[in-house]
Every structure is written in C-alpha cells, then in structure tokens.
C-alpha cells in the first residue's frame, strides 16, 4: 500500500481516531490475521465466529502493525470506522457480525481501496468473472502480462467484499497491473466491487448455473456478472466469451470496446486446430488480427483454452505481439492449490485433485478431462469420478446433481463414489441413465471414500476428486497420494 498516516486513513474513511494522534503511517501490508501482521501493517479487526478481531488489537500493534481499523474502541491506536447506513449493510455478510462492526470495517477499507486504486495513476485494473475458471484465468492473465511490469493478483480465490479491497491495497507506484476476480452471490455484489477499485478492462467468462439458487435463473445470473462489463469506462476493455450467447449478448450493455473470444468465427481472439495430449494439456492455433501463433499449454483441460483466450486478448490489447502471448501461455503454471492438480503415483494411479470449489459447469469440464486422460492410452485407463455435493444451486439442486450422474454415464466413466446425501441425486441420475450395476456407490463422507478407494483403486487407475470447497474433498487426494507412497 502506498504510505499513509492514521490521521490520513481517518479521514478517508470518514471515521475518528482513538488512542493516537494520528502520526503513525501505515507502510507494511494490511492484515486481519495477527500472525501475518508486519512491521507498519494495518490491522484489520473484524468479528468472526469463533474470535473477534477487537481482542487481538493489542497484539498486532506489539508484533509491528502502525495502527489498527477497527469496528470500536480497543486498546490500541486506531481508526474507528462509522456505523455503515442500513442500504448498504446487505454488501457486507461476515459470520458473527452481531452489532455490524465487521461491516462498518469493511466499508471503510473499501473507502480506502478507491482511494489508493485512484492515486495510482499507471495502474491499468482488470476484473474477470464467470461461473467458472476465475481462479485459473486471473492466474493466467497475471503470469502472460508480468513480463510487461509488476502484476498483483489475489490468491486462490480472493474475491469477496474482503478479499477485493485487500488485494487492492497490495498496490504500490510500482504496481502496473492489478488482476481481480469478482464474485456475486446477488444482484448488485459485482458492482459494488467495481466500484472499490474501477477496472478498465473487464472479462466475462461463461454463465452457468453457479449461485443460482441467489439469482434464481441463468437470466439473473447474467444480469449480475454483466455489471462488470457495465462499470467499464468508453477507454476501456470488454472482453466476451463468444461461445456464450447470454455472455456474448453483453456487448450491447457497455460504450467500451468489445473483443470477443472463443472457438465461434465471429470471435477476434480465436482458437483453431485444438488438440490434447496424454494428459488433456492443450495445443492450438491462435488466431489474432495481428497475426497467428501456435501454442501449448501446460495446464490441463480443454476448457484451460478458453481462460488462455482471454489472457490472450488482454496481453495484446496491451501491446503484446502474438508470439510473446504464445510463449508466454506456454510457459504460464499452475498456481492455485487444487484445480487439477494432476500426480502419477509411483504405482500408476493418476490422482487428479480439483477438489477446491465445484459448480456443474466446473465438473462438466473436470469430468471431460478425466475422460480424456483415461482415454489416451490403448487400452483405457479405469476411471473413477469422486464427487461431492454441489453448493449454492437452491431448488435446482436435485435436478443438477441428477445431471452430472447421468454426464457420468454417458461419458463412459468407470467408477463413480458420491460423497454424501447432499449429493444423492447424483448417484441415483446415475443409476437410471444406462442401468448401472455397481458402478456408481454413494458412501457418507470423506473418511468412507478413503477407505473404498484404498480398497479398490489399482495401478494404472485415474481418480478425480471434486466438491464444493466447503466440503474440503481434497484431503481424499492427498490421502491417496500419501498411500501411494508407501
């Protein structure tokens, strides 16, 4: 963050001081963990649903921190920030909020985010959202631009009314490129974002049916993601996904400029010519109006295309030619944990661990790489899809749960283990599309799905592992790579 004084954050945010003149700057990093506090941080206190931050004020000043934000008084110098009015509070949902303290410290770093994003005048701010991928494509679009100059992104994905102002404010006068996803559990939420640190370019990947239990349809959901693309400035970026109609229709809600990306002809930034390897790592042409370039990914699964696209697109609307995109995609590596992480056991199995977060469209795709990678060798690999429940689809649970089953089937999957009641609805689509035998089994939870697949996995088994990351699948992969070890 760029250097200020409490005196200064006060005034800001529109708050008051307490316990301090104001003099302390803030030089270090923002923080709502003591254990990450540094030397001239900022200390966030916010409530939570076991602690609350305003008890460990104290604590962060004697590790280092310059002053503390906080919702109320505590015994260390800080900014207190103001009640937040009733119209907003909705913006702001943090567990164990009870008097709205969290939120009124939530508005006030969002003051403070805009406020330092506004300073930057050589920061270019790129926002993407989607139903799915915004983890891997902001990755992807902060490793192709990084040649260009110092890049910030969030980790994993860091994408709420919290994680986006403290990603901001990870902002310097060096700071070229700042990477943000947004995400929206409403109407509005996207917005809100943009209005923290204003992008001028903006990708919208897909529209499925993540959240659609908040949005009610798909419609909605496209009502929600397009705020993005509304927020833009008339100097600014879209930048669609053309094999999407409701993401391709956004066009039309936006003065900036509209590149378009995809497989469809109509798209400018355009993939030709797809192919995937042992390991459904893709190769393909791109197709540029400046030109054409051959590449090949190192991340795996076809849909790793469309997020390359939009990187693609951004890197050359900023000056990169085609074959710095190419080689620079080439070169681009996995970063977040548990989004198809592919290991070869020693014994063969291939354990591939996309447990982070699942949505339908998100296993549509890991379940098609899965197929591919079982399929790459004569003969097949046994294929085992371990999924579990699907969060946040409200009364389409049933029916996209049952969907996936029967995906399952028609993809020749081997095995299927479904994970929990939640995801009932997953085995039984199973069972009546194609009559399986015992292909399909559903067990209680994770503990049940280690112990069968320790049983029956063999050498030369390919095991997918996905869930919502509430459910925290991914200790069943790390609980296979761990028996593949001994």
């Not at 239990?213 to 927020?231: P, T, V």
């Not at 039309?252 to 030709?272: F, M, P, Y």
Request: charged share 25%.
């Amino acid at each position: 963050m760029i250097a200020l004084t409490l005196a200064e954050i006060a005034e800001i945010v529109g708050g008051r001081l307490h316990a301090t003149d104001g003099s302390p700057t803030v030089t270090g990093p923002i923080e709502f963990d003591t254990r990450k506090v540094t030397e001239g941080g900022l200390f966030l206190a916010l409530p939570g649903e076991r602690v609350d931050g305003h008890d460990f004020a104290a604590q962060a000043i004697s590790q280092g921190a310059a002053g503390v934000l906080a919702g109320r008084e505590v015994d260390a110098p800080a900014v207190i920030a103001p009640p937040v009015e009733a119209k907003h509070a909705n913006a702001y949902v943090l567990a164990g909020d009870k008097n709205g303290e969290g939120a009124a410290v939530l508005e006030a770093l969002a003051k403070l985010a805009r406020h330092v994003t506004d300073q930057l005048k050589d920061l270019t701010i790129i926002g993407v959202t989607g139903s799915a991928g915004k983890t891997s494509t902001k990755d992807l679009i902060a490793q192709v631009l990084r040649p260009a100059g110092e890049v910030i992104a969030p980790p994993e994905s860091f994408n709420n009314e919290l994680g986006h102002p403290w990603t901001a404010l990870r902002s310097t006068e060096d700071t070229r490129f700042l990477v943000l996803e947004l995400s929206a559990r409403g109407i509005g939420h996207i917005a809100n974002l943009c209005e923290i640190a204003p992008p001028k370019f903006g990708a919208v990947l897909n529209v499925g049916t993540a959240h659609l239990g908040e949005f009610g349809s798909r419609e909605g959901i496209a009502q929600g993601k397009g705020e993005l693309i509304e927020a833009l400035p008339e100097d600014g970026v879209a930048i669609l996904n053309a094999d999407d109609p409701l993401v391709a229709g956004m066009a039309s809600r936006t003065k900036a400029k509209v590149v378009l990306v995809g497989e469809n002809q109509k798209a400018d930034v355009r993939a030709e010519n797809i192919e995937l390897d042992e390991q459904a790592r893709a190769s393909f042409t791109l197709k540029t109006a400046q030109g054409d370039a051959q590449v090949k990914l190192a991340l795996n699964g076809p849909h790793q295309v469309g997020n390359a696209l939009v990187a693609a697109a951004i890197a050359l609307e900023l000056g990169a030619t085609p074959a710095e995109v190419a080689e620079r995609l080439g070169a681009a590596e996995r970063v977040s944990a548990h989004r198809m992480v592919i290991t070869d056991r020693p014994d063969g199995v291939t354990v591939i661990d996309d447990a982070y977060n699942a949505n339908p469209d998100s296993v549509r795709a890991a379940l098609k790489a899965l197929a591919t990678i079982s399929r790459a060798t004569t003969p097949a690999r046994r294929s085992w899809a371990v999924l579990g429940p699907m969060a946040e689809l409200g009364d389409d649970a049933v029916r996209e749960h049952d969907e996936i089953g029967r995906l399952v089937v028609r993809l020749d999957i081997s095995k299927l283990v479904v994970i929990g009641d939640a995801a009932r609805a997953m085995h039984q689509g199973a069972h009546l599309e194609g009559s399986w035998g015992e292909e399909s089994v559903l067990v209680p939870d994770a503990d049940a799905a280690i112990a069968l697949l320790r049983a029956e996995i063999r050498p030369g088994d390919v095991v997918l592992v996905k869930a919502s990351n509430a459910y925290r699948l991914w200790r069943i992969a790390e609980a296979l790579l761990e028996a593949g070890t001994k």
